[in-house]
Each structure stands twice: as structure tokens, then as C-alpha cells.
């Protein structure tokens, strides 16, 4: 049914930038939709959020350097990303709260992530 399908990520030098996508499909009433991350044994968390109406919100650890948009016509969602460090390394996940059909509860989710390796 409803699904999130993450582009974009790789293998960059620390001091780069990489460009995350992702699409959104059968998903109804999108609210909320966000970047979480996960490195090898951490917990998954925040990097940013972004409303409907474009407010944001982000980790202290990405402030000023990574940007979250959409385009809500497109049912896409981004994250640009500068200055990378090698704490950066992670996999990227998409987040989005919705609905897959109008009779169902809001829920969360989830893409499927994609790596993104900072070597410094």
C-alpha cells in the first residue's frame, strides 16, 4: 500500500554534500514528514522535520548544514546535505505520518534508508 522509497545516498569524502530524495505513493493525508538516522549501534533519530506548510526542524548536530524541503505536489520529500562529517555516516531513513486508506488511524512510514558513508 502506502510506501516511501529513499534515493541518493553514497559515498562522499567529509567536506561533501549529498542530495537524499524520497517519493511518496498511496500514502492519504500526509502531515508531518521527516529524515531520521541510524548508525551502527545507535538508535534510530530525528535529523529534521518539516510541516506541511514548510516549518523545520532539525538536530543541533545538523544545524546549518543540512536543509529538509518538499515539494507536496509531488509527494517528495529531500534532505540536502553540506559540510558532511564522518559522524554523518548512517543509514538515512524517510519518515512521512499519513494514512493508507480514510478509514484507517494515522501511522508512521518508513522508507527503506539509504546508506550514506562520510570518510574522512
Known amino acids: 500500500q502506502g510506501r516511501l522509497v529513499e534515493s541518493g545516498g553514497g559515498w562522499v569524502q567529509a567536506g561533501g554534500s549529498l542530495r537524499l530524495s524520497c517519493a511518496a505513493s498511496?500514502?492519504?493525508?500526509?502531515?508531518?514528514m521527516g529524515w531520521y538516522r541510524q548508525a551502527p549501534g545507535k538508535q534510530r533519530d530525528l535529523v529534521a522535520l518539516?510541516?506541511?506548510?514548510?516549518?523545520?526542524d532539525y538536530a543541533d548536530s545538523v544545524k546549518g548544514r543540512f536543509t529538509i524541503s518538499r515539494d507536496n505536489a509531488k509527494n517528495m520529500l529531500y534532505l540536502q546535505m553540506n559540510s558532511l562529517k564522518s559522524e554523518d555516516t548512517a543509514v538515512y531513513y524517510c519518515?512521512?505520518?499519513?494514512?493508507?486508506?480514510?478509514?484507517?488511524?494515522?501511522?508512521?512510514?518508513w522508507g527503506q534508508g539509504t546508506q550514506v558513508t562520510v570518510s574522512s
Open positions: 498511496n500514502i492519504l493525508n500526509i502531515n508531518n
Open positions: 519518515n512521512a505520518d499519513g494514512k493508507n486508506d480514510p478509514w484507517g488511524l494515522s501511522r508512521d512510514f
Open positions: 518539516i510541516t506541511p506548510g514548510g516549518s523545520t
